[in-house]
C-alpha cells in the first residue's frame, strides 16, 4: 500500500520540483498530503473498531484525558513556531503528520472520554449535520470557496479594498456557501446513490 507513496517521496526529495510549482508540490504531493493521512487514517479506525476495549484498558483516568487534549495544542502550537517557510522540508513532511496525530489524540478524546468539554461541544445538536456533511465540503470546499471569492469580488469590487472587512466577509459567506451547496449534493446526489448501491449489492448478494 505504502510502496508507490514511498518511492516517490524519495523521488521528490532528491528532486524537490519533481511536480511543478511550490503551490503543485504542496498541495498535491501525493506522498505528503495524501498517503501519510490514509495510512494514519487505517490504523485508527482498526485502534477503534477492532480493539477499542485495548485503548480503553490502556488510556483511562483523568490524566490521560487530559494529555489527550494538552498534546494537540502543543503540537499545534510547536507546528506553527517551528517553521517559518511554507516550502521547507519540515513544513512539507512533518508538519502534516503532526497535524495528523494531533487529530488522532482528539478524535480518542472524544471516543474514549464522551463526557469531556469538548466531547459535549462537539455533540450539540446543530453540529451533527454539519459533521454528516464533512467528507462532502471535504470534497468541495476549494471549488466553492473559490467560486464565493469570484463572486463577491465581482458583485462587491469595492469591498475588495477594505482589507480585514473583506476578509471576515467572504469568509463567511464561503462558510455559508460551501454548506449549502454540500447539503444539495449530499440531498440530492450522494444520498440517492448510496441507497441505489445498497440495493444493488443487497440483491447480488442474495
Avoid: C
Wanted: glycine share 4%; charged share 15%.
Amino acid at each position: 500500500m505504502y510502496l508507490i507513496p514511498g518511492i516517490l517521496r524519495i523521488i521528490i526529495y532528491l528532486n524537490p520540483d519533481f511536480f511543478g510549482t511550490d503551490y503543485e508540490t504542496l498541495v498535491f504531493r501525493p506522498t505528503h498530503t495524501r498517503a501519510d493521512s490514509i495510512v494514519i487514517g487505517v490504523i485508527l479506525m482498526d485502534w477503534i473498531v477492532n480493539r477499542k476495549d485495548d485503548l480503553k484498558k490502556y488510556l483511562s483516568g483523568r490524566i490521560v484525558s487530559f494529555l489527550l487534549l494538552l498534546f494537540p495544542i502543543l503540537i499545534l502550537v510547536f507546528i506553527n513556531f517551528q517553521s517559518k517557510s511554507i516550502y521547507s522540508f519540515f513544513s512539507g513532511t512533518v508538519r502534516f503528520n503532526l497535524i495528523d496525530f494531533a487529530y488522532i489524540l482528539i478524535l480518542l478524546s472524544v471516543i474514549l472520554f464522551p463526557n469531556t468539554l469538548l466531547a459535549k461541544g462537539l455533540s450539540l445538536k446543530f453540529l451533527v449535520p454539519i459533521s454528516n456533511l464533512s467528507y462532502t465540503i471535504y470534497i468541495w470546499h476549494l471549488l466553492l470557496s473559490l467560486i464565493s471569492f469570484g463572486a463577491i469580488k465581482f458583485f462587491f469590487p469595492s469591498l475588495f479594498e477594505t482589507g480585514l472587512a473583506f476578509f471576515i466577509l467572504s469568509l463567511l459567506i464561503s462558510f455559508l456557501f460551501t454548506l449549502g451547496v454540500s447539503w444539495i449534493i449530499n440531498r440530492f446526489i450522494e444520498e440517492p446513490l448510496s441507497r441505489l448501491f445498497k440495493r444493488l449489492f443487497s440483491t447480488s448478494s442474495k
